[in-house]
């Protein structure tokens, strides 16, 4: 399966501090995505990040990519009781006809 | 403005009934998706348009199908609707074949009863 997996599955932390979330993936990519989804809602697209870059910023998140893993990080900074959501990767994978394949989804509360 | 609508937000029906979601893009996009995300929040894509030509068609039950009168509109028939078919259909759009980031409606909570 292609499909990419996300570590932890659920993340519980105080506001102010930072959550780390990872996301594995099985074969090449020409680019991996951040999805958030609010309770009840649609996903909205945070960031993406191409296969040739290892780092890309926007606001208080942060993603890496690290291809010789088949990995990548999303780090969100002094996270706020707004940023309680599930986050999902999204892998463009090298001739998936434009796909996205999504992971499972990690659950993430902050408490205030 | 809504980017990508959705309708209906919700739908309740009974066995062997057919239904129809419907959904329109108004950002220009030239590529629409079906996902399907199940009570475990797995998504999963079922189908692509591309300017109304079909795309992608994953391993879907022939009784679901897509139809494209336009490139903003992308509708998903379900024929004969079984209880397993409950879940969250979300449409999306993107611009172009390369792979972008997708914007989602705000999806359509199917319920079969």
């Known amino acids: 399966s292609q499909q990419g997996e996300e570590d932890p599955q659920a993340l519980s932390i105080q506001e102010g501090e930072n959550a780390t979330m990872n996301c594995s993936y099985k074969t090449s990519i020409n680019n991996l995505q951040w999805y958030r989804q609010n309770s009840g809602r649609g996903l909205v697209h945070l960031i993406l990040?191409?296969?040739?870059?290892r780092e890309k910023h926007s606001g208080r998140l942060r993603v890496t990519l690290d291809t010789s893993k088949k990995s990548s990080s999303l780090l969100i900074t002094a996270s706020r009781a707004a940023d309680t959501a599930s986050y999902f990767c999204a892998t463009a994978h090298t001739g998936a006809n434009s796909k996205l394949t999504f992971g499972k989804g990690i659950t993430l509360s902050v408490r205030p | 403005d809504t980017a990508v609508s959705q309708t209906p937000k919700y739908l309740v029906t009974q066995m062997g009934n057919d239904k129809s979601i419907k959904c329109e893009q108004n950002?220009?996009?030239?590529?629409m998706y079906w996902y399907k995300q199940d009570s475990k929040k797995f998504l999963k894509i079922m189908f692509s348009?591309?300017?109304?030509?079909?795309?992608i068609n994953e391993t879907v039950p022939n009784r679901f199908s897509p139809k494209s009168p336009d490139k903003a509109h992308l509708n998903l028939h379900i024929n004969s609707l079984e209880l397993g078919d409950s879940a969250v259909y979300f449409c999306?759009?993107?611009?172009?074949?390369?792979?972008?980031?997708?914007?989602f409606g705000s999806g359509t909570r199917l319920t079969v009863v």
């Open positions: 990040i191409r296969s040739n870059e």
């Open positions: 999306a759009s993107s611009q172009g074949l390369q792979i972008y980031g997708y914007t």
């Open positions: 348009y591309n300017n109304k030509e079909l795309i």
């Open positions: 950002l220009g996009h030239d590529t």
